[in-house]
Each structure stands twice: as structure tokens, then as C-alpha cells.
């Protein structure tokens, strides 16, 4: 898959489609071995990522996008993260799929760990990048839907951006108007699920009793998670942190070692 600019997002890929409840869901799905489930953040729809290209050289990568986001279309009965999971349920129903692998980053990492939660016997293990959903007093996650876009570039890749990621303003380098308005939706379609709650308070006790393989991967300078939710993640899931060097966007900086990082894991516990 190229490395494009096309519809305003690069990497940009035309998607598989299928019905799942009503909903027309656009995904992307490549590689062999273990079948792991993707849940994409707030922004990176619409296309198939270095990221995306390494974990599929290890493993069957099945990366949805959620109602409202990329090219998947919101259907009046989603609004909120448990519609989500319960989309993402029957998906695997659809695609034949018992059980899986589930990884997410920033806002899918939320996702991800909810869909553990009320689905652990379809859950195999669980990979967080950067995961939102926590409290951590004193350390609040970025608030990203008031944050000026011409300091996306700062807070997401600490200054060094990867020209056509960042979700900021529609520039001609950034896809023009069609580019802004893409990520906007993803931005509309992020607030529709935790506008009103930015964390959930129920995880702290249902997070230790899951009792799944996790793993938790953060960047080492994250201007957007602080480094005291990706602890606290792994405190609550009885693991330890992974750091790779970057921001917010270390998938994005550091695709292979972030990969490499869920294929090992994912490979452990499917062998252990």
C-alpha cells in the first residue's frame, strides 16, 4: 500500500466495507497469523499507516473505523463508547471471528479496553498506545478539541512533524479544505464519545479483574498523555510500560519498534 496524499489524508487507502447491524463500517484488514483488532484514536482514519503495514507483516490486522470516523458513516443509534463496543462485537460475528488480540491508541485504547471489559472471553490480550480513559490528579490528558490546530504539530510530534499527519489546519501540504474537513469529522465524531466524560472512573476497579495479558506502550516525551496515565494503566493491569522515544505520535515516529513491541507480545501469549 503507497505512501499517498489523496482525499487529504496520507497513506491514504480505499477501504473494505461491510454490514454489521445496520451500519455500513469501512475497514482494512492485511497480514497472516493471529488476528488482532485495531481501535483507532481521534485522528490516523482513512488510511493504512506505516504502523498498519509493520503489524501486518506479523500478524492478521483488522483496523475498523468506528461510526462517524473516516469512512464510516454514524448511525443515529451510536452515541456513545458502549455502542461502539457492542458494533465491534457483532463485527467479529460478521467476519467469523471467536476471538482476538484487541490493541488501541490514545481514544482506542479507551475503546479497546472497554470492549475487554465486556467481552473477555473474545479478548485474548490487550495492547494500549497511549491509552485515554484514566483520572490521574494533577496530570489531565490534553484537551485536544480546544487546542489551537497550529500547535498540533508541537503537541503531537514535539515539533518535528511528519508533513500530512497532523490533524491541524487545511493547508495545501495537508490535503487543502477536503483534508481539514476529514479530520474535523474525526474530531466531531471523538467528541460524540467523551465530550461530557473525559475519563471513567469505573475502570479503576474493573481494569484489575479482567485478569488478560496486557501491554502498555507509551511515548517518552507524550505532550498529550502524560506519563502518569500509561503507569497507572499498567499498575491496574498488573504489567509494566513500554517506552519508545517520541511523543504523542511515536506510532507514527517509531512505527517498527511500535509494532515490534505488539507483535512480540501478541506471539508470547498466543505460544506461552
Not at 41 to 69: K, M, N, Q, Y
Not at 97 to 118: I, K, N, P, R
Not at 228 to 252: M, Q, S
Request: hydrophobic share 45%; glycine share 12%.
Amino acid at each position: 500500500m503507497s505512501d499517498v496524499l489523496e482525499a487529504g489524508v496520507r497513506w491514504h487507502t480505499e477501504p473494505d466495507r461491510i454490514e454489521v447491524d445496520g451500519a455500513d463500517i469501512a475497514y482494512r484488514r492485511d497480514g497472516a497469523g493471529e488476528p488482532v483488532l485495531f481501535f483507532h484514536g481521534h485522528w490516523l482514519t482513512r488510511c493504512w499507516s506505516p504502523l498498519h503495514a509493520a503489524l501486518a507483516d506479523g500478524v492478521d490486522l483488522i483496523a475498523p473505523e468506528a461510526p462517524g470516523f473516516g469512512d464510516t458513516a454514524c448511525p443515529p443509534w451510536v452515541t456513545g463508547r458502549d455502542d461502539v463496543v457492542l458494533l465491534y462485537r457483532s463485527l467479529l460475528d460478521a467476519l467469523a471471528l471467536d476471538s482476538v488480540h484487541v490493541a488501541g491508541y490514545g481514544l482506542g485504547g479507551w475503546l479497546a479496553a472497554d470492549f475487554a471489559v465486556f467481552n473477555p472471553h473474545r479478548v485474548r490480550s490487550l495492547s494500549l498506545l497511549a491509552p485515554y480513559g484514566l483520572r490521574v490528579p494533577g496530570r489531565p490528558i490534553a484537551d485536544v478539541f480546544i487546542m489551537n490546530p497550529a500547535d498540533y504539530d508541537d503537541m503531537y510530534f514535539n515539533g518535528d512533524p511528519v508533513e500530512g499527519v497532523v490533524p491541524g489546519p487545511g493547508t495545501p501540504a495537508q490535503g487543502g479544505a477536503e483534508g481539514f474537513a476529514a479530520r474535523y469529522g474525526d474530531m466531531g465524531a471523538a467528541a460524540r464519545l467523551i465530550w461530557d466524560f473525559r475519563y471513567d472512573l469505573k475502570l479503576e476497579h474493573r481494569l484489575p479483574r479482567l485478569g488478560l495479558p496486557a501491554l502498555v506502550v507509551a511515548g517518552e516525551d507524550d505532550r498529550i498523555v502524560p506519563a502518569g496515565h500509561p503507569a497507572r494503566w499498567a499498575e491496574l493491569l498488573g504489567t509494566d510500560v513500554k517506552n519508545v522515544p517520541g511523543g504523542h505520535a511515536f506510532p507514527i515516529e517509531r512505527p517498527d519498534e511500535t509494532a515490534a513491541l505488539i507483535t512480540t507480545f501478541v506471539s508470547g501469549v498466543s505460544h506461552g
